[in-house]
């Protein structure tokens, strides 16, 4: 195999070459789940972001519960 391959060189015995392809699969099987999981916090996280945003999104009850009312105040130029 080329120099970039996962499987190990053939040693002397098959077994203990077999042995050393499961765990060096294993081992990336593992460095994969844990990139998975760390991309799939991610994803959730930016999901919630996303779901808080169109919350807030005009026309939304959320967001017009936000809004901030201005007091009214008289026109300073009208007569009353």
């Keep these: 195999m080329g120099s970039g ?3 190990p060189a053939v ?3 098959v077994e203990d070459w077999l042995q050393k392809v ?5 081992e990336e099987r593992a ?5 998975y ?3 799939k916090a991610k994803a959730d996280e930016l999901r919630s972001e ?3 945003l169109r919350r807030l999104l005009p026309g939304s009850a959320e967001a ?7 007091p ?3 026109n300073r130029t009208s007569k009353q």
């Design 50 to 52: 996303l779901e808080a």
């Design 37 to 39: 999981d760390e991309e």
């Design 5 to 7: 391959s996962s499987v």
């Design 22 to 26: 499961i765990d060096k699969e294993r």
């Design 31 to 35: 460095w994969l789940e844990k990139r």
């Design 64 to 70: 017009d519960a936000c809004v901030v009312q201005r």
């Design 72 to 74: 009214t105040t008289p």
């Design 11 to 13: 040693p002397a015995k």
